[in-house]
């Protein structure tokens, strides 16, 4: 509840004795989570053969479930936080500055479900990144397109995801960051093209000074499936010098489908 933690992010109670005694059956299972934060599933997931993560869902939660486990729709969630292996990887993020990587004796230092992980019935190919123009100014805007191709047998939706990424800053930067995203339907066989229109502003950061600074240099585009899932990769230059942001400036790119 409210402002009380829990020490383990375990299933509670006999849930995962049950899990267990229930796979001696032999019988396929689907694990369905309802909660609110993530929970450690690693020693659980050799004993079923599908999770869904439904979250919260509501008074129509058992109708949305019985539509993904029959069928009649394919599930195009995604994670909003990173899955750890166990709570000792806790905080586990995928924004992460390149020092925190860590390893650990018994888990790799990844999470075991990464930032905008999800499943679908489909299966989507990506192709023809596009990036224009390959040299903008601070307060400019680039173009990022990319081809999404529905090459499996169900309708379904897709969840295109952009990050961003400097290779050298005047101060410590997470690796990458999420910076749009577009959830488009494609039928089966159809292939649709999304547009990304991002302002320059919007990767702005705070300096040693604690200016809200644009800094000029090689910045490094990933289309994604998920934040570990990079399926293709570009690149863009800032140009001119250093630019301080002021109050009024964009937070957000937007995206259109064709």
Known sequence: GEGVDRASLKLPGVQEELIKEIHKLGKPIVLILINGRPLAISSILSYVNAVLEAWFPGEEGGNAIADILFGDYSPSGRLPVSIPYDVGQIPIYYSRKPSSFREYVEYQAKPLFPFGYGLSYTEFRYSNLAIDPIEVNP?????????????????????????????????????????????????????????????????????????????????????????????????????GETAIVGERRHYLSYAEVY
Request: proline residues 3%; without cysteine; charged residues 30%.
């Open 139 to 239: 307060f400019g805007y680039i173009k990022i397109a990319v081809d999404v191709e529905n090459i499996g047998r169900f309708d379904a939706e897709e969840t295109v995801q952009l990050y961003i990424s400097k290779e050298y800053s005047s101060v410590t930067r997470p690796v990458k960051e999420l910076k749009g995203f577009k959830k488009i339907f494609i039928k089966a066989g159809e292939k649709r093209r999304v547009v990304f229109t991002l302002p320059i502003e919007i990767l702005a950061f705070y300096d040693r000074y604690m200016r809200l600074v644009i800094e000029p240099g090689e910045y490094i585009v990933m289309i994604g499936r998920n934040s570990e899932d990079i399926v293709l990769e570009g690149r863009f230059k800032v140009v």
